[in-house]
């Protein structure tokens, strides 16, 4: 439903997009994580048509973004990063502004209406001013509106930002249940929880394309570190002492613990022990644990070079 | 169509809701044009004067006879002597007290200069310059008529060239009525109010971000042009009609010519004006740099490229050219011709072409601004 091959963006000296390619299938929930800036937005923003790339094609729906805009505006949703709806205007006014510049009226325009109050669950809110609900609700009517026109493809920039934790389930339950109708969905997020969600990830950083695959595969392949958490008596000045050990990668804060990526097969927790009291650090605890999400997007950050 | 609608009508019910821009569309033109319009009346007329005719001749006789055969002077009293001049002026009862000496007759019969004193209350400095401009030229006038009278009564041929005086009061150069200058002033608030609201329409959306959402949806850049112009039209023509209904209540201005041919002028200058508005909405980024840019792109050529001020006909050349480029120009062109002169379609098809003309640059640019950003 998505193809983006070797899409570059450039503006003036600066490469926000630098030859992004990948594919995203027919009801697939497809993961966008990056750090700030890595250029999520304006791939996403390459891919609805509204920023030409620089070079590189885009299809959507099986239409080329940038010969046949028209065909594809009619078949995607968009919501994006900012709230972008009409906070002067009441929840009802908003649904038929944006229902009807996707051509919607009446008894059609009606029923898409009340699914989407339905589902976002806005029900005795319609003639609120959006201005005045809730974030959570504001994202949940964004939402409502981007599907109003039931578009096949859904464009999601960072949808959940600051939501609640239990509204951000709610929101992902939607987005799940849009996906189980045959939606397909791109979205981005922060939220290495929600990035479990997606059937695949693609992590973008400084514009380039890093990892890419199911939430299993990411972690297991674009990380071919071991990594072990390891608890201290006293976390002063440790993670300097053991940047220095020979084999170890990096070394990153975890609550309490520390997490230490070895070169892989260098360690195991009894030889890592040993070389840590040999560095004067008393340890109390030494385990060698799964990689998770975060310790890819910590991994991946740190380890590209920064060349912009 | 329907996209059209749904924009249309989101425009409206978000003009309905917000009081800002309602209020320049409304209000700031009426109080305005109060201001302004008090303002700039130093027309004067019906001064009443008192008279203190000490020649008593038919020559002197003649002369007030004249003087008073217009709307400007009322002879509210007659003096017997010359002591009583400062009573009259600080009761009020006269504006401006007219002394006529002793041998004014024999004096313009010898043809030599006939003065005639006038005493005016100066608290009103600008019309008090008025009244006195205006006596200056009547004076003049009707000094020459006595004179050639006077001449041809003694049987001689007035072949003397005479010199025609024409007095020139700042502001007001053709000694016509204030209504001379309700049309520019008209000019100026229908430009602020159309301009302005539109030029912050498209970078409203842009800023708010609300615009990347309609770029995504199917809507073409007429559409969303179109309907984001419409109800500025609508509340123009209403606009229109307040400012002349309060002209009409206020400084009693008539419309002479036809309703119609100004009702096209209107929508003429509306598709320019609010044209000129997206355009600067358009290539904006801002709304506080869209309101500046709207304000000087407005305000400088009213007051000083439409002949508000100056009249167009004593500008420079290079002035005379350069304000064929700004709507009011043309505009007040049309209305003084419509209002004042009574003028048909024949006499004002030039600026209603002309501002087609502009109209259709300024919404050209819009429109492909616009479509380069979808
Ligand atoms: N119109 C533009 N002109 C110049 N630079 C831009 C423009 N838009 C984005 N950028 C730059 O491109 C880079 C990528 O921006 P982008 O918004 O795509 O990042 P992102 O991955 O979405 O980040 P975030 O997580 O903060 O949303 C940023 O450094 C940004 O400053
Ligand atoms: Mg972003």
């Keep these: 439903m998505i193809v983006a091959r070797e899409l570059t963006c450039v503006f003036g000296s600066f490469t926000a997009v630098d030859h992004v390619s990948f594919a995203v299938a027919r009801g697939e929930i497809f993961g966008f994580l990056g750090p700030n800036g890595a250029g999520k937005s304006t791939t996403i923003r390459m891919l609805c048509g509204l920023l030409r790339p620089t070079s590189g094609t885009a299809r959507v729906a099986g239409y080329d973004t940038g010969r046949e805009p028209e065909c594809v505006r009619e078949r995607i949703g968009y919501m994006s990063q900012k709230f972008s709806l009409y906070r002067d205007l009441s929840v009802r006014e908003n649904l038929a502004f944006f229902g009807g510049v996707y051509g919607l009226t009446g008894a059609r ?17 319609i003639d609120r001013i959006t201005g005045t609900l809730s974030g959570a609700l504001q994202q949940r009517l964004a939402l409502g509106c981007a599907i109003l026109h039931e578009p096949s493809i859904l464009f999601l920039d960072e949808p959940t930002s600051g939501v609640d934790p239990l509204s951000r389930r709610t929101f992902w339950d939607l987005i799940q249940g849009l996906a189980a109708k045959g939606v397909t969905v791109l979205v981005t997020t922060h939220f290495l929880d929600e990035a479990e969600f997606c059937q695949r990830l693609a992590f973008i950083h400084a514009g380039r394309l890093v990892a890419l695959g199911t939430p299993a595969d990411v972690r297991r392949e674009s990380v071919q570190e071991d990594l072990f958490e390891v608890a201290l008596e006293t976390l002063a000045g440790a993670r300097e002492k053991l940047q220095g050990l020979a084999d170890v990668l990096a070394v990153s804060f975890f609550g309490p613990r520390l997490h230490v990526f070895c070169r ?9 022990g040993r070389a840590l009291a040999a560095r004067g650090l008393a340890t109390q605890h030494v385990a060698r644990v799964p990689v ?8 991946l950050v740190q380890r590209q070079p920064l060349n912009r | 169509m329907q996209r059209f609608l749904a924009i249309f009508v989101k425009e409206i019910r978000q003009l309905r809701r917000d009081r800002l821009s309602l ?7 009426v109080l305005l044009l109060a201001l302004y319009g008090y303002a700039l009346s130093f027309d004067v007329k019906h001064i009443p004067v008192a008279v203190l005719d000490e020649d008593a001749t038919r020559a002197s006789r003649e002369f007030l006879e004249s003087l008073f055969s217009n709307p400007y002077f009322d002879r509210v009293l007659t003096l017997d002597r010359r002591a009583e001049a400062d009573a009259v002026l600080d009761r009020g009862r006269a504006r401006l007290v007219l002394v006529i000496p002793r041998g004014f007759a024999q004096r313009l019969a010898r043809g030599e200069t006939a003065e005639v004193q006038a005493l005016v209350d100066g608290a009103d400095a600008s019309s008090a310059g008025a009244a006195v401009g205006y006596l200056d030229a009547l004076a003049a006038r009707a000094t020459r008529r006595v004179q050639i009278e006077t001449i041809q009564r ?16 700042w502001f007001n150069p053709d000694q016509e009525s204030s209504h001379f200058l309700i049309p520019g002033l008209i000019s100026m608030l229908m430009m602020l109010a159309a301009v302005i609201a539109t030029s912050l329409s498209i970078v409203r959306e842009r800023e708010r971000r609300t615009l990347e959402q309609i770029l995504v949806s199917p809507v073409r850049p007429m559409e969303l042009i179109l309907g984001k112009t419409l109800p500025y039209v609508l509340v123009g023509v209403a606009t229109m009609g307040l400012i002349l209904l309060l002209g009409r209540i206020a400084f009693g201005v008539t419309v002479a010519g036809s309703w119609w041919l100004l009702s096209l002028t209107t929508l003429v200058f509306l598709f ?15 709304q506080q740099v869209a309101f500046q840019l709207a304000t000087i792109l407005t305000l400088l050529p009213s007051f000083l490229l439409s002949g508000l001020i100056f009249p167009i006909r004593s500008m420079p050349v290079f002035h005379q050219v350069f304000s064929l480029f700004f709507i009011p120009r043309h505009f007040v062109t049309a209305l003084r011709a419509i209002m004042l002169k009574g003028a048909g379609f024949a006499e004002i098809w030039p600026s209603l072409a002309a501002m087609l003309a502009l109209g259709l640059f300024f919404n050209g640019i819009a429109l492909w601004r616009t479509r380069r950003s979808m």
């Design chain 1, 109 to 125: 325009l009606q029923a898409r209406r009340e699914a989407v109050v339905g589902m976002a669950g806005l029900a005795g809110m």
């Design chain 1, 264 to 272: 892989s097969g260098c360690y195991d927790s009894h030889t890592l």
């Design chain 1, 292 to 299: 998770r999400l975060e310790d890819v997007f910590i991994r």
């Design chain 2, 23 to 29: 209020g320049m569309l409304f209000l700031v033109p």
């Design chain 2, 154 to 169: 003694a049987g001689i041929a007035p072949s003397l060239p005479l010199v025609a005086l024409v007095p020139r009061i």
């Design chain 2, 272 to 286: 320019s004006a609010l044209g000129m508005g997206l355009m600067i909405s358009s290539i904006t980024r801002s």
